[in-house]
C-alpha cells in the first residue's frame, strides 16, 4: 500500500492550490484519510481529514477544504486564500483502525505518502 500526495507548487498569497493524495493498494473510501503538514522547523501538525466511508470531515482552517473522489480514488486538499504561514511539506495518510469519524493525530495514521511542497509567496 502506497499513499502520494501531490499539487503543491508556488502560489501567490491570497491564491488556491489543491492538493491530491492517491493511493496504491488501498481504496480510500475505506479509510479515514488525514492530511497533516510541516512547516520549516516546526511540528508537524493536522490540517484536516475526512472520515472513512463517509463524506464528514474535520478541518481546522474554514479556508481549506477535503473531498474525496471514489471513482478516482483520490481525497482532495481545497485550499483557498492562501498565506505565506501555510507554507510547508503537506502530506496524506490513512488511518486503519476502524475508529468511527477522523482524528487531528498522527499517532491514529499508519501509512503516509512522501508530501508535496506548498510555498505561499507573499
Known amino acids: 500500500v502506497q499513499l502520494q500526495a501531490s499539487g503543491g507548487g508556488l502560489v501567490q498569497a491570497g491564491g488556491s492550490l489543491r492538493l491530491s493524495c492517491t493511493a496504491s493498494g488501498l481504496s480510500l473510501d475505506s479509510v479515514a484519510v488525514g492530511w497533516f503538514r510541516q512547516a520549516p522547523g516546526k511540528q508537524r501538525e493536522a490540517v484536516g481529514c475526512?472520515?472513512?466511508?463517509?463524506d464528514g470531515t474535520y478541518i481546522r482552517d474554514s479556508r481549506f477544504t477535503i473531498s474525496r473522489d471514489n471513482a478516482k480514488n483520490t481525497v482532495y486538499l481545497q485550499m483557498n486564500s492562501l498565506k505565506p504561514e501555510d507554507t510547508g511539506v503537506y502530506y496524506c495518510?490513512?488511518?486503519?483502525?476502524?475508529?468511527?469519524?477522523?482524528?487531528?493525530?498522527?499517532?491514529?495514521?499508519?501509512?503516509w505518502g512522501q508530501g508535496t511542497q506548498v510555498t505561499v509567496a507573499r
Open positions: 495518510a490513512s488511518d486503519h483502525t476502524g475508529v468511527p469519524g477522523c482524528s487531528h493525530s498522527d499517532q491514529q495514521y499508519a501509512i
Open positions: 475526512i472520515w472513512r466511508s463517509h
